[in-house]
């Protein structure tokens, strides 16, 4: 019995010594409690990475003409490593490949941020924005694995073969740093007017993966521009290395001495900035715009006036050239003058620019149309730069035929002084009144005869408000030519011109003629009426014939007695009749008549006219 209850005691105590062991792990410590570190430290647990330790940040998408870039930089905020096994485009239902710098899969320590870039395709045939869902599977060091998603906005557009070469200011890898790499701050350079100055510009990259960058001055003959000495034809500089995002890259300039007629002041100097993209299919250059200021201390001072004071050139305004919508303007009608402005000073831009549109003549002639301003505004008009306007005129409609005076007023102010300016322009602006002419039908007076003068009577009246000049009148037809020149001369608004004149007629028959009216308005161009002239001219009277005889009642004029009609002879012979140089004689007579009839009948006529 003692020595089964001695059996049964060691048990229980190996039993209870194997519980202690297991509880504390083995070595003497308990289960659950960080082994001590060799330093008698404990160590901190590692925390199992989750998704909620991982941050993706996605920039935005470039489009290139076949492919996408998208820059994309993953932060690891915990404890665990974890590898970045694959992204997806879940809009595309493709996967989504890396550039060579960055292959996937791709290991992220903990505590630590990657960058890599995504390339993924497209048709070409897209347009406007389009987001794009990409989940991104990673997988933790110590087991599991978690997805993040993230969307990216993708606009297309841009013509195949070509990107835009004007970034946004998110774009430009670069912006100018206070310090260099070593952490020395950089000052902006200083110098007096003749001086040499050392102008270093130290630039931190803001993302990787550009490369071919350049740095060149633009080079101005303004001083206020580019106040350094122009000695070289080319300032450009080449970056030789390869920058990466956060480092600081710096370009320096030695040679520059500021010029000698530099006056004293801050002065902005601007330079190109210029890169390629290592990821863009076509490797087309991009440029950005950075400025820096320099300081000229002691500048130069020039003439100097009574007073001690130093004359300041005066930025002047003038009217470069103008155009008027329309050859000819009448009056009522609305027109269009577009002018040109010219800013001459090459050292000053103008600014807060008013021009005030007037007419010099008379008020209410020339007006702005459609119940619009005679008062413009610029906002500003650089060195040496040219800005044009528009503005739509109308004219009274009893407004005179003639060229009127538009006059341009400007108020404006120096952008660097601000001193204040004014100039006047003046512009020749023609109006013209329509001609309205109304012409009575030709009377005409007498019957028409082959060599005889035919009197023609016509009224011409103006119901225009201007007047015709140097009015004349002239025939066209067939054998028809005037026995005068005509000339009517001016004929004013509202008045009539009463012509009366004579043709000669050189042919026989149907003469479908016209009466040509030519006239000139105010500024000499010539313009013509035209009055049909319909006449039936009669064969010429031959008179000088000694055997002609003609008979009054008869009307038969012949060379030969013989040739009368039976029973003439008699009246034509010595018995019981007229001789026949009687008959010649009554004939002569009557036509001796006929003539001194038609005279009478002129005069009568024209002292009609006088008398009218």
Not at 29 to 37: A, I, K, N, Y
Not at 50 to 72: E, K, L, M, Q, W
Not at 215 to 243: A, H, K, N, R
Request: a negative charge.
């Amino acid at each position: 019995m003692k020595r089964l209850f001695a059996l049964l005691t060691a048990l229980i105590l190996v039993f209870g010594f194997a519980l202690s062991a297991y509880a504390t792990g083995g070595d003497g410590s308990l289960s659950g409690t960080p082994t001590p570190t060799p330093d008698g430290g404990t160590p901190d647990p590692v925390t199992p990475a989750t998704a909620g330790d991982i941050t993706v940040t996605v920039s935005g998408a470039t489009v290139s003409a076949t492919h996408i870039f998208i820059p994309v930089t993953v932060a690891n905020g915990g404890d665990e490593d974890v590898t970045l096994e694959s992204v997806f485009n879940k809009t595309a239902n493709l996967s989504v490949g890396t550039d060579a710098s960055s292959p996937l899969p791709m290991k992220i320590p903990a505590g630590s941020t990657k960058e890599l870039l995504l390339t993924d395709t497209h048709s070409g045939g897209n347009s406007g924005t389009v987001t794009r869902t990409l989940v991104f599977a990673f997988k933790a060091a110590l087991g599991g694995s978690f997805s993040k998603y993230e969307n990216v906005s993708v606009t297309f557009g841009i013509e195949a073969g070509g990107e835009s070469t004007e970034p946004t200011e998110s774009e430009v890898p670069f912006r100018l740093s206070f310090y260099d790499a070593n952490g020395e701050y950089v000052y902006a350079p200083s110098g007096d007017a003749g001086e040499k100055v050392l102008v270093r510009i130290p630039l931190l990259c803001l993302r990787s993966n550009v490369k071919d960058v350049t740095l060149t001055p633009v080079l101005s003959t303004s001083l206020d521009s580019f106040p350094f000495e122009i000695t070289t034809l080319d300032y450009t500089q080449e970056l030789t290395s390869t920058p990466m995002k956060g480092d600081i890259v710096e370009f320096r300039y030695s040679g520059f001495r500021f010029h000698e007629m530099v006056t004293a002041g801050v002065k902005k100097v601007d330079f190109t900035l210029s890169w390629k993209d290592t990821w863009a299919s076509d490797e087309q250059p991009h440029t950005a715009t950075l400025s820096i200021y320099v300081n000229v201390i002691d500048g130069y001072t020039g003439a100097q006036g009574p007073d001690g004071s130093v004359p300041v050139s005066k930025p002047k305004v003038i009217l470069d050239s103008y155009s008027i919508s329309t050859d000819k303007i009448y009056a009522g009608e609305q027109f269009d003058v577009e002018f040109t402005l010219r800013n001459t000073s090459s050292e000053e831009a103008v600014q807060n620019i008013q021009i005030s549109i007037s007419d010099t003549a008379e008020v209410g002639k020339l007006m702005p149309a459609n119940n619009g301003s005679n008062t413009l505004y610029i906002a500003k008009i650089g060195k040496g730069e040219t800005h044009t306007e528009k503005i739509s005129l109308q004219s009274a409609p009893d407004t005179e035929a003639k060229a009127y005076t538009l006059q341009l007023d400007f108020s404006y102010e120096g952008a660097s002084n601000v001193a204040s300016y004014t100039a006047t322009e003046t512009i020749a602006i023609p109006i013209l009144q329509r001609i309205r002419l109304k012409v009575d039908d030709p009377t005409v007076y007498d019957e028409p005869w082959v060599g005889q003068s035919c009197a023609i009577y016509f009224a011409l009246y103006n119901m225009g408000k201007a007047p015709i000049y140097n009015c004349m009148v002239d025939v066209e037809g067939e054998g028809l030519a005037m026995e005068e020149t005509y000339f009517g001369g001016t004929v004013a608004a509202g008045s009539t011109l009463r012509a009366d004149f004579s043709i000669i007629p050189s042919v026989a028959g149907e003469v479908n003629g016209e009466i040509v009216i030519t006239y000139e308005d105010v500024y000499g161009e010539q313009m013509e009426e035209r009055l049909p002239l319909p006449l039936y001219v009669n064969e010429e009277m031959m008179m000088d014939d000694p055997n002609m005889m003609f008979d009054p009642e008869m009307g038969i004029m012949g060379d030969d007695i013989g040739m009368m009609e039976p029973g003439m002879e008699a009246m034509a012979g010595n018995e019981g009749g007229f001789p026949v140089w009687a008959w010649i004689a009554i004939g002569a007579a009557v036509a001796a008549a006929a003539v001194v009839t038609v005279i009478l009948l002129k005069k009568k006529r024209s002292k009609e006219l006088e008398e009218a």
